[in-house]
């Protein structure tokens, strides 16, 4: 997409820009949130003690209960990964065959999951506002394959679940949510978490709260979460009856302490990224061409992350060269999430995942930044960076300044 | 299976040889060799230094590269779990679909990982000394749906190789090892991972070497390592290209760094579980009844296990009493592999899995146990089993013990 012609800063100037604004050190995207050190030094001294080290320890059950009482749902399964969530989900419920209707604008994981259980991902434009899927688009995709709908809350954006639930009832469809951006967000009185048949969380290190590696998946009934407890432990009832073909999905009892720590710090995370976000949205309000999402009544959001999109007519560059003239700041934003899934060569062939057919979605992919957001990141910081890209706006593209790769 | 009549202690002195040879606490069948915590808490400052906590960072990448060393294999992937790493293997081999012919003589995972890839097991029987795939059997299991052999090196104990390599070249099938006990262990001038077309470890906390959870593939080329390592981490290539559908099977920094710290110590760890096998052997030799297995020439074993064979007749007590009546005494033994995966609901009704087919597993699996072993068992606890195994031969029944659950 070729940047449209616009008043724009010298190359002196910007060259002046940079040597002025550019931070010292690089800004990540993101960053984990570290627990005190020697706390977990305290918990790995009692894992030293007894020697258990996974299969369903103490701080497994210890975390497994926390987040439980955190999030205010009832039945929770811990995971080792997000991705093994996904697929064990999808197995709990025998959605191994046919198709399910997804969103291209997600990570990989959501589609390849759908992929190693033999599932055609059937894809489905989003929504303008929440980068979901549209459910006013849903229902023509419906077919006598389809199994289940399989949305995203992207960047922990509530779907619109009535909508979709309403048309899963009406067609008999099973509803998994992604929720892998969606820790601690409450839609109204409920957790998000407790919509559609299950949910699944993503602990992994880059996520808002996390255990390392990890996930979780909640479900809606005790039967549901007892038959994932077979499923991530080789469906093994007692030491000598196996139940049923179950793989390893289990959390160890690093990953379970460090959870442990992370969730007594998590409300604080959230509130140092709600006061930035709040930073971001008042600084970037005011520059032509980046649009800033707003927060939406009766939801608690939990600020994962702090997308942003770039009218590359308003804003005078396109995305990619913000992404790369971000870099000569040394701010570290990330194109997430681009290339669609569709995009992908072995979903690409898929008739579902036609350009044509995902125009809006084709449009946030080109449009869509996430900027630096992480509860250490500090005021200044973001202040700087909403700087930069009001001096950037207007400003010629990236491969005019000289010195760039 | 009715325990025969032969001469026995009476009851009474029984119960005198259970107060005089019981142990005060627990006698685990397995215990983890525990890194030295100072140590791993100067990797956990590292890692609070950089927040690098997963996503091949430098633990991961030390860990990959003493492993191979440590093994003398080129081509070693780390995974999250050993049972992934089946996984990723047949996936990566394209084993997902049709025939694969394997041992009932196993962990479930080895053939629910078959499962998972829609991959029909067919059970072949084991040789009586190795307790592996016995390569006479397998020949008239291949039909037109078989695609490769997965045999199991159990208990460490290498297959028949070169055999299984040869009908496997004469008709054309991939060899996937299941090597989860095979850590270390050498078959002449090679390590028994460089056989076969894979290798897959398991560094679970009860192996021998552990990363806590964990797992790796050892490939023959580099081609198969970097499919392996695409298929491990969502088929990224890089931020914009994701070149397949791959799932999350990534081993994190916590893992990494605790298996460096462990691989260390894993020589000293088999010298003494050698020792202690040694006492083993020379102790109950003596007892009828009781058959262990001796090393065999040419071969550096691990001593990851000490499964002895109990036979009811002449030890006159069935496996399942001597095991009822070690937990009398504090002992933990454990009835691996007990019982076949082919008595598994969900493979029972398999052709392949009929009792008839597998007349040498049936009385292995009836008569093996796994004897206490691990590197920090004392040697006089050794020589206190071996005593009681002594004392129970030709004991009663456990039934006719009063106070027996």
Redesign the interface.
């Known amino acids: 997409m070729a940047p449209p012609v616009q008043p724009s800063p010298e190359p002196q100037a910007l060259a002046d820009l940079v040597r002025r604004h550019r931070f010292a050190e690089p800004v990540p995207v993101t960053?984990?949130t570290?627990p005190s050190?020697e706390a977990?030094?305290r918990s790995?001294?009692r894992l030293?003690e007894t020697?258990w080290?996974?299969?369903d320890g103490e701080f497994h059950q210890q975390l497994r209960a926390s987040l439980s009482g955190y999030l205010g749902v009832e039945h929770l399964s811990l995971c080792?990964?997000?991705?093994?969530a996904l697929?064990l989900a999808l197995q709990a419920f025998r959605i191994t065959s046919g198709e399910v209707i997804t969103t291209p604008f997600t990570?990989?994981?959501t589609?390849?999951?759908l992929?190693?259980n033999?599932v055609r991902p059937v894809f489905c434009d989003i929504d303008e506002k929440t980068f979901n899927l549209d459910p006013r688009r849903v229902e023509a995709l419906i077919g006598p394959e389809t199994r289940a709908l399989m949305p995203v809350h992207v960047f922990g954006h509530p779907c619109d679940v009535e909508a979709l639930q309403a048309i899963a009832d009406k067609h008999g469809l099973a509803v998994i949510y992604d929720a892998a951006h969606a820790m601690g967000v409450r839609y109204g009185e409920r957790s998000i978490l407790e919509y559609g048949d299950c949910s699944i969380l993503s602990f992994?290190?880059t996520k808002l709260f996390?255990t390392?590696?990890g996930g979780a998946i909640v479900t809606r009934s005790r039967a549901q979460r007892v038959r994932i407890d077979y499923l991530k432990n080789?469906?093994?009832e007692d030491?000598?009856t196996?139940?049923?073909?179950?793989?390893?999905g289990?959390l160890?009892?690093?990953?379970a302490a460090?959870g442990l720590l992370q969730l007594e710090m998590l409300d604080d995370e959230i509130r140092n990224r709600q006061r930035l976000a709040g930073i971001y949205r008042r600084r970037l309000r005011e520059v032509p061409g980046v649009l800033v999402r707003e927060d939406v009544p009766g939801v608690r959001h939990n600020y994962a992350y702090f997308p942003i999109l770039v009218d590359p007519h308003r804003f005078g560059m396109t995305r990619d060269d913000l992404y790369g003239r971000l870099l000569d700041f040394n701010v570290r934003s990330?194109?997430y999430f681009?290339?669609l899934?569709s995009h992908?060569?072995?979903y690409a062939a898929l008739p579902s995942a036609h350009r044509d057919n995902l125009p809006v979605a084709e449009r946030i992919a080109e449009r869509v930044l996430c900027l630096p957001l992480y509860g250490t990141l500090e005021d200044a910081a973001v202040e700087q960076i909403c700087e930069i890209l009001a001096a950037l706006q207007g400003a010629p593209p990236a491969a005019a300044l000289p010195g760039r790769p």
């Not at 080792?80 to 093994?84: A, Q």
């Not at 196996?242 to 390893?248: A, F, T, Y």
């Open positions: 960053s984990p570290m050190r977990y030094q790995l001294a030293w020697r080290l996974t299969n080792s990964n997000g991705t093994l697929l990570f990989p994981a589609v390849h999951a992929y190693w033999r992994h290190a996390s390392i590696e080789f469906g093994i030491e000598e196996v139940i049923g073909p179950g793989i390893n289990k160890n009892e690093f990953q460090f990330r194109k681009y290339p899934c992908y060569a072995c």
